[in-house]
């Protein structure tokens, strides 16, 4: 069950200049979240904005009960959150969502990340190496400009392929192009993903027809975090055409077996 609470931001980091990381005590939090979970938080103690914020859990200290995310600036209410200070309070909800990364006894796995997509699969990566996986990491970005934690997934990764669309900084090329030539030389017991929709449907497709199992997590806008706003459907794959059925990402995901969803 999620928990409501006032978690003091002990610190902040500017990490790009529209890009942030905060480190929270949350130790009610950490103490039940799991790789795949999100929070929602209220960015102000007045009601506008009105909707809390779902952001992805990045990192977690469990011993400690620290738990880290990292979020964008993309309007106003993340742009309030960002000049948020050291000491100050926020309220959190979480840890949210049913759909989580499933470990398991895997050999030796692949994790790929587009962006800022990568932010949640630190922590699975994190989990699946202390669990004594070979964990095989494909990360890109569009540009040197906005490549960020290389050394922190080099840190959780036994083997890390890092890109950027237009080759100004590390391999030429996108992450799933990576993959698949590493594919071929190797196998790969499972597959996990999030990241760009374009980057999805291609990682779908190709653990399709390598027949490789696959957890995508999906990045939709959320307005409650909790089901009943209905703003984040996803169509199910095996849905008759003419009574689609959907599930929600917020409640029956954000993380979904790649083979269940159509994107």
Known sequence: MPVNIKAKLIKKEQLKEDLYKFSLEAKSITE??????????RVADSVEPLLRRPISIYNMDKEKGILELIFQVKGKGTTILANRKEGEEIDLLGPLGNGTFKIKEDANVAIIGGG??????????????????????????RSKNFVVLEEEFKQVSN?????????????????????????????????????PLPMLK????????????????????????IGACLGCAVKTAKSPKEAPEYWHVCKAGPVFNARDVEI
Do not use: R, W
């Open 32 to 41: 039940i979240a799991k790789p795949g979970h999100f929070i929602e938080i």
């Open 202 to 225: 291609a990682v779908q497709a190709l653990s399709i027809q390598e027949n490789i199992p696959c957890q995508i997590s999906l990045e939709e806008k959320m307005g409650c975090g």
């Open 116 to 141: 800022i997509g990568t932010f949640p699969l630190y922590e699975l990566a994190k989990q699946l190496q202390q669990a004594n996986t070979k964990v095989n990491t494909y990360i890109g970005f």
């Open 159 to 195: 083997k890390l392929v890092l890109t950027t669309d237009d080759g100004s900084y590390a391999q030429s090329g996108f992450a799933i192009e990576k993959l698949k030539e590493h594919l071929k030389t190797q196998k790969i017991d499972a597959i996990y993903a999030c990241g």
